[in-house]
Structures are given as C-alpha cells and as structure tokens.
C-alpha cells in the first residue's frame, strides 16, 4: 500500500512537470504555476507516505519480537511446571513403594499362637491380611492417592454357598481366598474382616474396573465349585466419597443392597 502511494505522488508530479513545461513553452504562466504547486504536492505525499511506510514496519518488526519473546517465557514456564509434577509423581511412587514394602514385611512377622490376639496383621484362615490391617491400608491409599489424583476402589464382598437352599452356609475361605489371590493385583490388597467377609483396596481403580475385577473372582469360584454366590458392595474414591470412613460406609451399604437379591451380584455405591 505504501509503494502505491508513492508511485501515486511520483506520476503526479511528473504529470504536473509536463504540464509546466508546456505553460512555459505557451506562455501560460498561470498555468506552470499551477503544475509546480501540483509537483510540489506530490512530492510532499510520496515522501510521507515513504516515512509511515517506515514506521509502520518498524512498529510490526517490535510486535513480532515481542510476541516471539511471550512464546518463549510461556514454553518455559511450560517446561517447569511439567518437571516439578513428574518429580512430586516420582517421590510420590518412591514414598508408596516403602510403604508397601514396610507393611509387608510387617504383615509376615510370625506371631505365636500364644500370644496372637485380635489385631493381628493377618488371617488365620486365609493368610490374607486382618481387619485392622484393612482400615490402615484404606486411609493410606486414599492419601496417597489424593497427592496424586488417582482412584481407589474398595470392595466389601462375601461368598454364600447353598444360597438357594434351607441352610446356605459361608464358602470355605481358603477357597475364596485361594482365587482373591489369583485375581489381584500385586499393588492391590486383599483382607477378611472379623464377620467372615472380604475386604479389598484396588490401587489406581475407577468403578468400571473394580466390577471387572470382582467378576473375575466370580468366574474363579465357579470354576472351584457349583453352588455359590457371590455378591459384593463396591465404593470408589473420589466418585463416591473422599474420606477413608464415608468410603467404607458406602461399599458397605451397597452390600447391604446386593444381599437383596437371591443370586450373584455386584451393587455399586451412588454418589449422593
């Protein structure tokens, strides 16, 4: 735009140097002084618009520094802020391996028959960890999992055998145990409460992949035998609560529901 501009003045101000000539030449003197004042102005244009011309590329060459400069600042700002989360990620992971690690060689201390009493680590039955165990293990994996924006899925389960008969009776726990145990996770945790249910943490687990997981310690069972039923409550934080306490009472209560029904099934807390 700025080139036109100039072309513009120039061609007027050779047009009005054509036309002064030829005033001169007829002896128009009004005339010439017409086409000077008409070169005069065009000169004056075309050298204005060379200078906004200038200016306004220099004022776009800074707004182009400018913005390359705020690109850069926000990239590395970018770049902390990912580096400090995946070094809190890996003290995070760091902190829970020890944990793990000191709970389990806590939970294969041997306890003499004698003196064994009922807050002991593990099961006799089973070999799975206790009751007391199980609330240590919920409030530390839901801490842990509140640093890292992860789920927790807690399981409240128990296996009926002979539901449909005069005496349905509890399965045999080392049975139930046996597939708990094939099913889980390596960083999940399987326990038997004092009333002969079970108890399970699944680490990193949305509601989904909790019944998932039950399901196939439902098809375990009835690969062991015929006759039984499984029915199970499950909770989730932080879908349906955010306290180790709250999430323990809803898996409850959705076992409460489940135990409505004459055959297998899995009931899953709501998050009222």
């Not at 036109?4 to 061609?11: A, D, E, F, L, R």
């Not at 007391?132 to 890292?148: E, Q």
């Not at 959705?254 to 099934?265: G, P, T």
């Amino acid at each position: 735009m700025n080139d036109q501009h100039s072309t513009g003045g120039v061609i007027v101000g050779i047009v009005g140097l054509v036309a002064g000539i030829a005033a001169v030449a007829a002896d128009l003197p009004a005339l010439a002084l017409v086409a000077g004042a008409a070169s005069l102005v065009a000169g004056l244009f075309a050298l204005l618009s060379g200078r906004h011309g200038k200016a306004q590329e220099s004022s776009m060459g800074k707004l182009h520094t400018d913005i390359t400069e705020l690109e850069a600042a926000l990239a590395a700002q970018v770049q902390a802020r990912i580096s400090t989360e995946e070094a809190v990620r890996s003290l995070g992971d760091q902190l829970a391996s020890v944990q793990r690690e000191t709970l389990a060689k806590a939970a294969h201390v041997t306890i003499p028959a004698a003196e064994r009493t009922g807050d002991a680590l593990t099961d006799d039955a089973t070999g799975l960890f206790s009751e007391d165990y199980f609330v240590v293990a919920v409030d530390a994996r839901i801490a842990a999992a509140r640093r890292h924006l992860r789920p927790v899925g807690v399981v409240m389960l128990e296996v009926v055998e002979g539901l449909r008969t005069e005496q349905p009776r509890p399965a045999q726990p080392a049975m139930v145990a046996e597939s708990v145990n094939a099913t889980l996770r390596e960083a999940d945790t399987a326990c038997r409460m004092r009333d002969g249910r079970f108890a399970l943490v699944l680490e990193d687990t949305s509601e989904n992949g909790a019944i998932w997981t039950v399901e196939r310690i439902r098809r375990s069972l009835n690969e062991k035998a015929q006759n039984l039923t499984l029915r199970a409550g499950i909770a989730c934080y932080p879908a349906h609560a955010f306290g180790a306490a709250e999430l323990l009472s809803r898996a409850n209560d959705a076992l409460a529901s489940a135990r409505d029904w004459q055959q297998d099934r899995i009931e899953v807390a709501t998050g009222d």
